[in-house]
């Protein structure tokens, strides 16, 4: 059996309010620390039946950018569904969603200009 490690470096400053994050992972094919400006872990709990849920990002994470995240975040979770239980309906709604919030994010980022 192989196993597979993905580590999560966080800095913070006095208010425990992330400056820094930085990601590896066993498959990475860059090697050593990648630092990133957000991160989103969701874990099963299987004893109590629900998702923990742990999102971070650092201060010089712009909000546009944030959005976008999650955003592309809607898609994997489409993504991940369709490929698990092969529920395409399900998956397209949520497809149907982060297209919409894609098409707004375009017309609120023409507007910021």
Known sequence: MSQKEIRFTIEQDAERIPEKIYWEATDNPNEGLEETKAIAVGVWDQFHKGTLFIPLWT???????????????????????????????????????????????????????
């Open 59 to 113: 201060k010089e994470m712009e909000v546009f950018e944030m959005k976008r995240f999650c955003i592309e975040m809607l898609g994997c979770v489409a993504d991940t569904l369709r490929n698990a239980t092969g529920d395409e309906i399900m998956a397209a709604q949520i497809d149907e969603v982060g297209l919409a919030l894609t098409k707004r994010l375009q017309k609120e980022m023409q507007a910021a200009k």
